[in-house]
């Protein structure tokens, strides 16, 4: 039984193609260096996968890091916001708090509710945290740093990370607790909203290039900063603030943090959660926050690519985390600035404005593609300045409308 | 009979029947301020009823003070609206001063200088209590960042007060007949130059302030959605449930103590009283709960504008207290109000020619306020139940006492 399995993986490895950087790297670097001896009746398929495993180790022990940095950079960047310094007192300049609080959070006792679904309970948090984590795996963060390619990338990580919403169901049934379970209700329906504006405008792309693989995505942007999607055409501009402000609602953060508005359903749908338990939902929150980036630098944003064209400024795998970092910026500053929207205000955006509007760029991006050729110079060129036009007449239009605006002040009497 | 049948079940198909849902909010809640328990029924997020329940501060302070002589009775003031404490102290001493001034035998008067410290520290007090209100009203939105601000500048607040009592947060600074002297601020002095430069250097500091804060929240988008045309309190209904104050003001009546029934020196002092109005264009309804948030904003405006008059006149010279051998009213009773920073506060006191009186009763203006919540919230979302209890501004240690 296990041989059988284990002959069809070395089949279906050997199905790739033959550049599988896998194989590669074990025939030219490995293998030479390996003792006569092992190298001899070492069959090139198990060298393979052994490579892979070792890289797999090495990402599953890489990415968690992520979060440990975010945290920090999150708690520093509301302190700036706030007039504050932020954690300061564990370890030089409080570098060392999350690793703290993550030995604080190992500790605690693990309470389950006793009236709650006992089973449920204890799996939710690892779904939650194996899905957002089980995004990376798709996303290349450089020319050679992508852990698994496929030729379906794009639609593996929204398929992926669509899962995360039965973790948060099942946390927040499970809990028998009636705010998580509000919680829980109100993430269901917003993720799923948002993930259909979020996909359309991923498809906007998806059209563009032709491919879903994500390699494929980056290498159709490797001419500098106009090649990339986001410049391609007008509707990819606008897809990409559709995407991103989905991306943000996908990820439960203000202005769309409701699944755990802290004044109205005290934590929402993880009330009852203690120790580890908070602690994966915690992790795989600023996780998905990284990913969404990634996602958006990947897809728009030239991936790894750099601004230059055939210059490696701001490019390569710093580029690439520089560039992802910047949009996780921007939701911490939206998320320190903006109040939280109400449960219809957030559909009504959702379902009234963005999808209709997503429809609209697909339909366009179609028109687009029959009337130009998407990586032609005067292609670029014609959407840029209907970008450039477009922004200005809509700053122009909000700056009237602003200077229109009376001042919100009930007069004296 | 099968064609009936048929109808019968369209309509049940029409009017799926749902289960409502009872929550408790509170009493350990992060947005009810304090421990106020509301008794939630829910049909998903829309509310069909909320039940305040109250009493879970509840300290006997009226039956307390039938045990305290009159001074005894001012540091259990303190406790009652803890947010704006020099106030409800004001309030009290208003009280008996006008229960003392009855008695003809003794000439009694309140000295001049306490009436202008008075005056300046209670209108610093009620900037620090609208600034509480801002920043609590903030983060009950969802917006963290007001919260910090408004508690930044409240601290500034705070040690200013500290400075003339010793005290943050409960004072007992304001006393019957004029204001402590425990720190003393000798006329003309070094010490108290320094004092009034500090509070004219808070203001000059403050004032831009709140229009940054304006720009930050009030005219903030996502703000004006949640709260503009929310729990629409009209005028007649503020009437009917005795709210007052900010509350009263944001449904549109145009009433306030200090100018309509001026105690102490307020009739000396030039200040406009914010009225809510439709704004139309961007959609405040006159007694929405944007109305009643803005009208505070104003409010600490004018408060500015009263302490700089203080400043520009300078404190007038003379003792601050009055001659007062023991506070041993006249048998009789008062009811008087005074306008502290969440509305009417008064105080019924009894006096049978004692020390300590018969009966104290105080009126919370939060309590009438918030009764007026079961009403507001009928069929209106969870969230918005938070915007309403955040825009009333109730303070539990005065609602239940």
């Given amino acids: 039984m296990l041989d059988f399995f284990f002959e069809g993986f070395i089949e279906n490895i050997n199905l790739q193609d033959s550049s599988n950087w896998a194989k590669d790297f074990f025939q030219n670097v490995v293998m030479p260096r390996l003792p006569e001896a092992v190298a001899g009746h070492l069959p090139v398929e198990v060298g393979t996968i052994l490579v892979m495993l070792v890289c797999a180790g090495i990402f599953v022990a890489v990415v968690p890091l992520l979060p440990l940095v975010l945290v920090l950079a999150e708690r520093k960047v509301a302190a700036r916001f706030q007039n504050r310094t932020g954690p300061m007192r564990v370890g030089p300049w409080g570098t060392l708090q999350t690793l703290a609080d993550g030995v604080k959070l190992i500790f605690k006792e693990d309470y389950i509710p006793p009236q709650g679904d006992k089973i449920l309970f204890m799996l939710a948090p690892y779904v939650i945290f194996a899905c957002s984590f089980a995004v990376f795996a798709a996303i290349p963060f450089g020319q050679d740093i992508l852990v698994s390619e496929f030729n379906i990338g794009i639609f593996y990580i929204m398929a992926i990370s669509s899962v995360i919403v039965m973790g948060v169901i099942m946390a927040g049934w499970s809990s028998n607790s009636k705010w998580s379970l509000l919680g829980s209700l109100r993430s269901a329906a917003q993720i799923v909203s948002y993930e259909i504006p979020l996909g359309l405008s991923i498809l906007t792309i998806v059209m563009l290039v032709g491919s879903l693989s994500m390699k494929e995505i980056v290498a159709s942007q490797d001419g500098g900063i106009f090649t990339w999607l986001i410049f391609r055409s007008p509707f990819t501009f606008i897809a990409f603030f559709i995407f991103f402000i989905s991306a943000i609602a996908e990820v439960n953060r203000t202005p769309f943090d409701l699944p755990e508005a802290e004044s109205e359903i005290v934590a929402g749908f993880h009330t009852e959660y203690s120790g580890m338990r908070f602690a994966l939902f915690f992790i795989a929150e600023y996780a998905n926050m990284f990913a969404v980036s990634a996602i958006g630098v990947t897809l728009f944003l030239g991936g790894y690519e750099g601004i230059l064209p055939g210059y490696d400024f701001l490019g390569g795998l710093p580029g690439f985390i520089i560039k992802s970092l910047g949009l996780v910026f921007i939701m911490m500053w939206l998320r320190w600035t903006l109040p939280r929207l109400r449960v219809d205000q957030l559909m009504n955006l959702c379902w009234k404005y963005f999808i209709p509007i997503s429809f609209f760029n697909i339909f366009g991006t179609g028109i687009w593609g029959l009337i130009f050729d998407t990586d032609d110079v005067w292609s670029i060129g014609i959407s840029c300045v209907i970008i450039y036009v477009g922004l200005i007449s809509a700053y122009a239009v909000a700056g009237r409308n602003l200077a229109r605006k009376p001042e919100p002040q009930p007069s004296s009497a | ?401």
């Fill in chain 2, 1 to 401: 009979m099968e064609s009936t049948q048929q109808t019968e079940s369209r309509i049940i198909e029409l009017k799926p029947f749902t289960d409502e849902m009872i929550v408790n909010m509170g009493p350990q809640h992060p947005s009810t301020h304090g421990v106020l328990r509301l008794e939630l029924r829910l049909d998903g997020e829309i509310v069909r009823e909320a039940i305040p329940h109250i009493g879970y501060l509840h300290r006997c302070f009226e039956k307390h003070s039938e045990n305290l002589s009159y001074p005894q009775i001012i540091p259990f003031t303190d406790r009652m609206d803890y947010v704006a404490a020099m106030n409800q102290n004001w309030g009290f001493c208003l009280a008996v001063e006008k229960l003392l001034e009855a008695d003809e035998t003794k000439d009694f008067e309140v000295p001049e200088r306490a009436e202008y410290l008075r005056v300046l520290i209670c209108e610093l007090n009620r900037i620090a209590s609208h600034l509480l209100s801002f920043g609590t009203y903030g983060m009950d939105i969802g917006a963290f960042t007001p919260f910090l601000y408004a508690f930044r500048d409240r601290e500034r607040l705070l040690l200013l007060f500290e400075k003339v009592c010793g005290a943050r947060l409960t004072y007992n600074y304001i006393r019957i007949g004029g204001v402590s002297e425990i720190i003393p601020l000798e006329p003309g002095s070094v010490a108290e130059q320094n004092y009034l430069d500090e509070i004219e250097e808070f203001l000059d500091y403050f004032e831009p302030k709140i229009d940054e804060y304006n720009d930050l929240l009030t005219s903030n988008s996502i703000f004006s959605e949640r709260t503009m045309g929310v729990a629409v309190m009209p005028a007649e209904m503020a009437i009917s449930y005795g709210a007052t104050g900010p509350n009263l003001r944001g449904s549109g009546v145009d009433w306030d103590l200090r100018r309509d029934e001026p105690y102490s020196i307020y009739d000396r002092f030039e200040f406009d009283v914010p009225v809510a109005k439709d704004i139309p264009e961007l959609g405040a309804v006159v007694g929405d709960c944007w109305s009643r948030y803005k009208v505070r904003m104003d409010e600490m405006k004018e408060s500015v504008k009263i302490v700089r008059q203080i400043l520009a006149e300078g404190l007038p010279d003379g003792p601050v207290m009055a001659d007062l051998k023991a506070v041993r009213p006249p048998q009789g009773e008062i009811y008087f109000r005074s306008e502290a920073p969440r509305g009417e506060l008064g105080f019924y006191i009894v006096s049978d020619g004692t020390p300590k009186p018969v009966r104290v009763k105080g009126r919370s203006p939060c309590f009438s306020a918030l009764s007026a919540l079961q009403e507001l919230s009928r069929g209106l979302m969870v969230a918005d139940i938070i915007a309403i209890i955040g825009s009333i501004d109730i303070v539990m240690g005065e609602v239940d006492r």
